[in-house]
């Protein structure tokens, strides 16, 4: 299969999911960043995506989720992972540039990568609301041992999960912190699919969503979602805490998160970058 020519500047850049993250990047780039520009979205609801983008500098097309890559270079999938093969499958046979947030889908869905491989696209998964993916990329060059995630979210943040249902966890009302899983990233991402994209992208970065362990605790004591990686390797031993912000549109989502997109955006065209 030949593969596209490579993209002139400025990019085209279209928008899958206009919540608590494809909202704020849209806007971004409406503002204006250099070398890159904003050419489509897509929502569940077309006519209220057209409502919040009525105001933007250059109104752009709501199109279905399966059309933006016709019209983009680069597509940002920010949906819900229900939807996520639907802009996945078509950006990468269109050989254009994925940037996924819902990295936990991606993992039962690792076939797009060899997709990719074929038809000159890329993948890229954001750092979103996490630290330390860059040392945990460098310490995979080498020997990691062991790798473990410990999340806690006020319980608000968990609501809904399907792992919570299936196993009849309550967390309403809680007075305490409360472990509602233990498992392999792989089970955390299948459990919760809207709470741990941060779960699975970190196992991408490491040593595999199956060896790399999570925590997860409903915690009526914190405010912020709150993220501590513990890396045991023979390079680096290190542990690293972040509080994330939750969005006020979106408790599950870190305010971090959008701002994490919109760095990769610009570092598709950056002269200069910064990190591993």
Not at 76 to 102: I, K, Q, W
Not at 109 to 115: H, I
Not at 215 to 220: G, Q, S, Y
């Given at each position: 299969?030949?593969?596209p020519?490579?993209?002139?500047?400025?990019?085209?850049?279209?928008?899958?999911?206009l919540?608590?993250?494809?909202l704020?990047?849209?806007?971004r780039?409406d503002?204006?960043?250099?070398?890159l520009?904003?050419?489509?979205?897509?929502?569940?609801?077309p006519?209220?995506?057209?409502?919040?983008?009525?105001?933007?500098?250059?109104?752009v097309?709501?199109?279905?989720?399966?059309?933006?890559?016709?019209?983009?270079?680069?597509?940002v999938?920010?949906?819900?992972?229900?939807?996520?093969?639907?802009v996945?499958?078509?950006t990468?046979?269109?050989?254009?540039?994925?940037?996924t947030?819902?990295?936990?889908?991606l993992?039962?869905r690792?076939?797009?990568?060899?997709?990719?491989?074929?038809?000159?696209?890329?993948?890229?998964?954001?750092?979103?609301?996490l630290?330390g993916?860059?040392?945990?990329?460098?310490a995979?060059?080498?020997?990691?041992?062991?790798v473990?995630l410990?999340t806690?979210k006020?319980p608000?943040?968990?609501?809904?999960?399907?792992?919570?249902d299936r196993?009849?966890?309550?967390i309403?009302?809680?007075?305490?912190p409360?472990?509602?899983?233990?498992?392999?990233?792989?089970?955390?991402a299948?459990?919760?699919?809207?709470?741990v994209?941060?779960?699975a992208?970190?196992?991408l970065?490491?040593?595999?969503?199956?060896?790399?362990?999570v925590?997860l605790?409903?915690d009526?004591?914190?405010?912020?979602?709150?993220?501590?990686?513990?890396?045991e390797a023979?390079?680096?031993?290190?542990?690293?805490?972040?509080?994330?912000?939750?969005?006020?549109?979106?408790p599950?989502?870190?305010?971090?998160?959008?701002?994490?997109?919109?760095?990769?955006?610009?570092?598709?065209?950056?002269v200069?970058?910064?990190?591993?």
């Amino acid at each position: 299969m030949t593969k596209p020519p490579p993209p002139t500047l400025p990019l085209r850049v279209a928008i899958g999911g206009l919540g608590a993250i494809g909202l704020p990047v849209a806007k971004r780039l409406d503002a204006g960043i250099d070398g890159l520009r904003l050419v489509a979205v897509s929502a569940r609801d077309p006519g209220r995506a057209q409502a919040r983008i009525a105001g933007f500098r250059d109104p752009v097309p709501v199109l279905p989720l399966g059309e933006l890559a016709g019209h983009a270079d680069v597509v940002v999938e920010c949906a819900p992972a229900a939807v996520f093969a639907e802009v996945a499958e078509s950006t990468v046979s269109a050989g254009r540039v994925l940037v996924t947030l819902s990295v936990g889908a991606l993992l039962s869905r690792m076939d797009l990568v060899e997709r990719a491989r074929a038809t000159g696209s890329r993948i890229i998964v954001p750092t979103g609301a996490l630290l330390g993916l860059d040392a945990v990329r460098a310490a995979a060059e080498g020997e990691i041992a062991r790798v473990t995630l410990t999340t806690r979210k006020p319980p608000a943040g968990l609501k809904g999960a399907p792992y919570l249902d299936r196993h009849g966890i309550a967390i309403d009302g809680l007075t305490a912190p409360l472990k509602v899983f233990e498992g392999s990233a792989r089970e955390a991402a299948a459990g919760f699919p809207a709470n741990v994209n941060v779960a699975a992208a970190l196992a991408l970065a490491g040593i595999g969503p199956d060896r790399t362990t999570v925590e997860l605790w409903a915690d009526p004591t914190v405010t912020r979602n709150t993220h501590t990686i513990e890396v045991e390797a023979d390079s680096t031993r290190f542990a690293m805490t972040i509080e994330g912000v939750p969005s006020p549109d979106n408790p599950r989502t870190g305010r971090l998160t959008p701002l994490s997109v919109i760095a990769t955006l610009r570092r598709l065209t950056a002269v200069l970058q910064v990190g591993t």
